[in-house]
Every structure is written in structure tokens, then in C-alpha cells.
Nanobody
Framework: VQLQASGGGLVQAGGSLRLSCGVS????????MGWYRQAPGKQRELVAS???????NYADFVKGRFTISRDHGKNTVDLQMDSLKPEDTAAYYC???????????????WGQGTLVTVSS
């Protein structure tokens, strides 16, 4: 199972970026999907998550600015980031709770980080 994230880059404050993460491999079922971020010198923190049923959860610091969505058919999870602030600068990591073929339990899988830099 692999997760591949894309869409990071450099943007000015107030701008927008869209992150995308695709899941591939021998997947039987996907439960929750989401995004974390980690800024230099700080701990990794949850940004947003979405359940298999479509319920969403957002960190207070992104509510009203970021939108998470998923495509069950494509096994992807996206993060639309609007009204970006310099404090949103971080490496963003997608994750997915997956039941792989041959496994008896759901495990958390992570993508590589994609860097988002917001200039003031």
C-alpha cells in the first residue's frame, strides 16, 4: 500500500492551494482519511479528516478556510486550502486507515510530506 501526495508549493498570503493524495496497492477497504501538518520545530498536528461516510473534522485553526473531500472510486483525498496564512507553512502529510488484503486489521498508512510555503 502506498500513498502519494502532491500539490504543495509557494503561495502568497491570501492565496489558495489544493493538495491531493492517492492510495494504491492491494486495498480491501479504506476507513478514515485525512491530513496532518508539521512545521519546523513543532509537533505534527491534525488538519482535517474525513470518515468513510463523509463526516468531516477540522482543526480550529483551519475551520472556514480549508475543505477536505474524498473520492471513493479513485481512493483519493484532497485538501482545498483557501485564505492561506504564513502560519500555515508546513509539510503536509496525508494518511489513510486501510484494511489491506491479507491483513486482519486496519492500519494507518502515511504519504510523504508535501511542502506548503505561504509568504507574507
Amino acid at each position: 500500500v502506498q500513498l502519494q501526495a502532491s500539490g504543495g508549493g509557494l503561495v502568497q498570503a491570501g492565496g489558495s492551494l489544493r493538495l491531493s493524495c492517492g492510495v494504491s496497492g492491494r486495498i480491501f477497504s479504506i476507513n478514515a482519511m485525512g491530513w496532518y501538518r508539521q512545521a519546523p520545530g513543532k509537533q505534527r498536528e491534525l488538519v482535517a479528516s474525513i470518515s468513510s461516510g463523509g463526516s468531516t473534522n477540522y482543526a480550529d485553526f483551519v475551520k472556514g478556510r480549508f475543505t477536505i473531500s474524498r473520492d471513493h472510486g479513485k481512493n483519493t483525498v484532497d485538501l482545498q486550502m483557501d485564505s492561506l496564512k504564513p502560519e500555515d507553512t508546513a509539510a503536509y502529510y496525508c494518511y489513510s486507515r486501510i484494511l489491506a488484503y491479507g491483513s486482519i486489521r486496519y492500519d494507518d498508512y502515511w504519504g510523504q510530506g508535501t511542502l506548503v510555503t505561504v509568504s507574507s
